[in-house]
């Protein structure tokens, strides 16, 4: 990228998406509203957030920067999502993710906590219970700095099932629920939420990053078009990271191992033409007035 690209308006300028690219994101809040009303395969609503990872599980780069999917504990158990929470100097928390399909209410109509909230739960004491008795292979997949954190803070643990519509009538009861399980509750609307507000920074600084990274990388890390790492993306990273000694900045790792969606095609497209304008209007600009 020239630095011209760099410095010159809109460059990648992520902020259209609240103006001339906010369509964008109205054709995909559309979409996804269309996909909870269909009753689809799990791993169908699974797909759709991988793609769409950065835009749906996410607000703010500058303290959520990486989301792996698909990752395993060993050979028994996989995490549905993974991402990073950055506390800055109380240090990094990770928030492991179960999902269940949005058209499973997370009670049934007589106040008892579903067959798929119970399962999703299950799952959560298992990765606890492989956690505490992996400590070695837990800290390789997860290294970074914890700082102050305490250890029962260091790890989040969610479970998205139903949707505000089939969830409502129990949400007292299901807050409860999760309390008791010391877990976090929310629905799929939630993740359309997270789109409604997300901040959409031209450049981000990553805290986890160490706090610097060149303004280039700083343009790049802010692009809410990317997908979730895939297990074997994630252990590249991390392991390329820790084998660095510090040699190696992650920020470089994370943009080396990132892969984008269609709507980064799309909105290239867009940020092109308002480019052209703005070249169109300088030369008239430029042109010597006539005597």
Known sequence: ??????FDPPARRWSLLYREAKSTIAALLEQWNNLLLKKSKEEVYHRFLFDYAGLFLVRNYAIESMVGSKLRLGSDYVIDFVKTWDHFSAGIQYEFIEIEPPWAPPYTKKGNPSARLVEAVQQIDNWRLWI???RYEFHRLFPFYHGGLSPSERLKFTVIIGTRENSRQWIEKRNGFAEHHGISIR????LAENLRMHDFSDAVMPHLMGGWCSFEHSIELANPFFKAFSDEQWRAIV???KKGGGRIRLEELILQYREYNRLAIEFDKIRNQIERKLDQGRNVSKKPKKL
């Open 187 to 190: 629905s799929f609307d939630s």
């Open 1 to 6: 990228m020239s630095t011209r690209e760099l």
């Open 132 to 134: 505490k008795e992996n």
């Open 239 to 241: 392991f390329s990271y």
